[in-house]
């Protein structure tokens, strides 16, 4: 397959390349970059010397070299919108990393992110968790990568909505992400004499990843879900851990919810249900497409739920990868072990 990357500065960018470069049915032939000169994707990640040279061209379908089969967007919130339409009039499928197309509503969408330029297309893009969506994702021509946080939010409760088993008007999310999740644009608050040392909370209760989550948890069956996201900054490049506090809806014991969350993630090759008193490290899914889940009962009638990836690959690249495994009917974990 011939596949594009626009927009390929970004930090998910590089390990999307990296990614890619080892996968043995993708070739990359166009990587689209804003940068002037159209310097080599190797001048921008130095990583990458010896191993992708390509320069950056335009960001249209006719700057490729060729037809493509595949273009991923890792463009910022309302510019993806702004080219996806063009590709997908070329018969090119889309993989988008932004915003633009996770929502089915154009109303919740301009809530939170703003005006849409692409609203017809909306209710064609299908939300990318494989674990979840894999019957809407096989033949997609165009798929929204979820975010990072909803990722590991949404797979930690999902066997429990599945179940019936959690009151989902009344779920709460204390989650920590590593500062690449800010994106490479310099900011103050991404300084490392701001980061360095430091926790702290930030969009108590306003994040934009909140609705996303809800959306998602409907998607599962769950009606008027409510969740209340505590996201925090923690001084470490790269990673997610997810605390996610829940009611039962009927008294449990944790063998019956192990064996529920056990059940519900057999055969799925990147979801690791831990043993029971096992918790989550960041450190155990870093530059992997893994989730680490482990689920706990307090006190009979309270559920805590904990979900680990690594926020720029599970939470974007990798998972990004195994969506289009997974559309073009490709083994899902091609190019990801």
Known sequence: MKVSIVGATAYTSLDLIRILLKHPRVQIVHLGGRREGGPPISEVFPALRGRCDMPLGGLEPEDAPCKLDLAFFTLPHQVSQ????????????????????????????????????????????????????????????????????????????????????????????????????RGNKPEPGSMYCECNENVEAYKVGTHRHEPEMEQALRLLGAKAPRVLFVPHLVPMDRGILATIYG??????????????????????????????????????VMFTNYCDIAVTVVGGDRVVVTSAIDNLTRGASSQAVQNMNVAFGLDEAMGLL
């Open 82 to 181: 702004q080219h996806v339409p063009r590709y997908l009039e070329a018969g090119i499928r889309c993989i988008d990393f932004s915003a633009d197309y996770r929502f089915d509503s154009l109303e919740l969408y301009r809530r939170h992110y703003g005006e849409h330029s692409d609203p017809a297309n909306l209710k064609r893009a299908v939300y990318g968790i494989p674990e979840l969506f894999r019957d809407r994702l096989a033949g997609a021509d165009l798929i929204a990568n979820p975010g990072c946080y909803p990722t590991a939010v949404v797979l930690g409760l999902a066997p429990l909505v599945k179940a019936g088993a959690v009151e989902t008007g009344d779920i709460i999310v204390d989650a920590k992400s590593g500062v690449s999740g």
């Open 247 to 284: 009611r039962l809806q009927r008294p449990a014991s944790q063998k019956e919810l192990q064996e529920i969350y056990q059940a519900f993630y057999q055969g799925a090759p990147f979801v690791r249900v831990l043993p029971a008193a096992a918790q989550p490290r960041t450190k155990d």
